[in-house]
């Protein structure tokens, strides 16, 4: 079976962090986004509290250079502390 690759690179990456709503988690995850995408600009990035402010979510849009790279960073934000799900 032959492996073919959906995405070609670079590419617009969306990612969604959720997490518990708190200084050190919006840290820690923009610490690993700007580890893996040091070029990142504040406007493709934005966050969003749940209705009861239980959760928030940080929204990026990389500029994926590559398949390694998106997998790099998603097991980095995997093991992440305070990272509920990715999206």
């Given at each position: 079976m032959v492996?073919?690759?959906l995405l070609e690179f670079p590419t617009d990456y969306p990612i969604k962090i959720i997490g518990r709503p708190s200084d050190e988690?919006?840290?820690?995850?923009?610490?690993?986004?700007?580890r893996h995408a040091p070029e990142l600009e504040a406007?493709?990035?934005?966050?969003?509290l749940s209705g009861n402010g239980n959760f928030l979510s940080i929204s990026y849009t990389l500029l994926a250079e590559s398949r390694e790279q998106v997998e790099a960073l998603t097991a980095e934000l995997q093991a992440c502390e305070g990272?509920?799900?990715l999206i």
């Open positions: 492996k073919t690759h988690f919006r840290a820690r995850v923009h610490a690993v986004v700007l406007e493709r990035v934005s966050e969003r990272v509920m799900m």
